[in-house]
């Protein structure tokens, strides 16, 4: 990753780590001021304030602090300090239970409000993807003993529809976490509807470290044959090197014919560090190059890397053939966002229990270095990932926050229930010791996840 792409990456992960720790502050200083509690201070990161403004009959301080992973609301408690016989009504503990549950859970709970708000814009829009037409298939492989052949039309995984790729990944991968088989209904190019049921019971997806399910299924997403053309060459890498220019056609690499810019990009990655004889076509004659990838990692993914655009140029009639933008109404598109965050955040939930209970390893959990590279991803792409990319991290937030441990919003819940059963709060002493535990358990988490990305930026 080059100097400019980390600075991307690291601002794009301060706007989204910014706007959802508000969203989730909002949400509890919204609630506590609806509910009559005074807010003292609301905070977006930790530290020494950049910027603070005092505003409203409360004079509320509003704080930027210099540290962005995460921040506060700061209410009136008589457990921090003293408080004027004047506004004793106004202090957070002296109301009642179910207003105090109301206001720890409604951060969490504006998490999700974000996510369903965010797919119902995407929603809206209207989403642009690809047929699930399926490429080409492994043998052997899971999908090839089930009969599945290149060209088939993916209807629907479980009896989940899908009518683009975005959503047979999903649906195969949410069905996978705990089904034994995939059942796909696909349309052949005979236009027969068949059922090809895939045995998933071998596969232990979620104890590999990077997920891929289509790898692991042994099949790969249709894709038109575009000629291997390069379109630029970057400065300074190995493309310029080898004296690759602009408008080379691909001919041979190796004494392997290239047919195609996917058959290309394939050879490429797989030979980092491998010098190659390399045979273009350059203004109608044969030219012989030598070329050696340089070695790129990402996300623990070691590739071969040469600093070229290939031109993709796809026949119109191919374009109109393979997209498709699903469009919803008002009342459907907030049924689709209301299902997405719903199915996401029952995902999350169960890829958590497989990996308290070992299911899952935990080199799955990814931290904040991880997080800033999908999120600089996700922008160069465009507003829409983006957005979906805000929707899945503040799903995340929502569901991490609802977890019975002390420090998070589902710590205080769950002090709260306690309370509702035996009729008075639970002692400070517990509460002192709950936090240390929590503490405990959280440094434990964040350093397994910042461990993981340090890994997946060496391999």
Not at 34 to 56: D, I, Q, Y
Not at 69 to 89: C, N, P, T
Not at 432 to 459: E, H, S
Request: aromatic share 8%.
């Amino acid at each position: 990753m080059d100097f400019l792409s980390i600075i991307y990456s690291i601002l794009a992960f301060i706007v989204a780590i910014g706007v959802l720790v508000t969203v989730h502050e909002f949400g509890h200083f919204w609630v506590a001021r609806k509910l009559g509690v005074k807010v003292l201070r609301f905070s977006v990161g930790f530290g020494k304030p950049m910027w603070l403004k005092k505003a409203g009959a409360d004079q509320t301080e509003y704080v930027i602090a210099m540290i962005p992973f995460g921040g506060y609301v700061k209410m009136l408690d008589e457990r921090e300090g003293e408080v004027g016989a004047d506004e004793l009504d106004r202090a957070f503990n002296r109301k009642s239970l179910w207003r105090r549950f109301a206001i720890v859970a409604a951060g969490p709970a504006f998490n999700f409000l974000f996510a369903i708000v965010a797919y119902y814009l995407i929603f809206l829009a209207g989403v642009s993807g690809v047929k699930p037409v399926v490429g080409e298939i492994n043998n052997p492989s899971p999908a090839y003993t089930a009969g599945v052949q290149q060209g088939d039309l993916i209807l629907s995984v479980n009896g989940l529809k899908t009518g683009t790729w975005e959503r047979a990944r999903f649906a195969m991968l949410e069905e996978s976490v705990s089904a034994e088989k995939l059942v796909l209904q696909v349309q052949g190019q005979d236009l027969q509807i068949r059922d090809k049921v895939i045995d998933i019971s071998e596969l232990e997806l979620l104890q590999e470290e990077q997920i891929d399910l289509m790898r692991d299924l042994g099949m790969s997403a249709w894709r038109p044959r575009v000629p291997p053309i390069i379109a630029e060459v970057l400065p300074d890498g190995a493309a310029q090197q080898a004296g690759l220019r602009a408008e080379d056609k691909i001919l041979a690499l190796d004494n392997i014919r290239i047919e195609s810019a996917r058959q290309w990009v394939d050879l490429i990655r797989d030979n980092a560090g491998v010098e190659m004889e390399l045979r273009v076509l350059r203004d109608g004659r044969e030219q012989e190059l030598r070329l050696t990838p340089r070695s790129r990692t990402e996300a623990g993914e070691t590739y071969g890397y040469i600093g070229v655009r290939n031109r993709i140029e796809i026949p119109e009639s191919i374009r109109l053939e393979m997209m498709v933008t699903e469009r919803f109404g008002p009342v459907e598109g907030l049924t689709e966002a209301l299902d997405k965050t719903w199915r996401m955040t029952w995902l999350t939930l169960r890829v958590l229990g497989k990996l308290v209970t070992g299911e899952a390893s935990v080199r799955n959990l990814s931290g904040p270095i991880t997080i800033a590279h999908y999120a600089g991803l996700s922008a160069r792409i465009g507003l829409e990932p983006f957005l979906g990319f805000l929707a899945i991290i503040s799903i995340s937030l929502g569901v991490l926050n609802l977890l019975p441990v002390p420090m998070l919003d589902g710590g205080h819940l769950f002090y709260y229930l306690v309370e509702a059963i035996k009729g008075s709060p639970v002692s400070e002493a517990t509460e002192i010791i709950g936090q240390k535990i929590g503490i405990l358990l959280l440094f434990c988490l964040m350093t397994i996840a910042i461990y993981n990305d340090l890994l997946r930026l060496v391999d």
